[in-house]
């Protein structure tokens, strides 16, 4: 740390375990949303690649806009 005093090595903590803390709520709420949930993990995979495939296309089409 002494050898980068230019760095505010507080921010750089603070924002570090704030990125923590929203990665682990947003997986608790998740977990409590999907708790009940009915989807098989085939389910799951299909929509997954169908995202995928839309995700992808709307980047192509921006891209070439």
Sequence with gaps: MDEFPEVKWFEVAEK???????RRISIKVSDELL??????????????DKMDLLVRKRIQKDSFS
């Design 35 to 48: 708790a009940e949930s009915e989807l098989s993990d085939k389910d799951v995979e299909k929509l997954s």
């Design 16 to 22: 570090t375990v704030m990125d923590e803390y929203k």
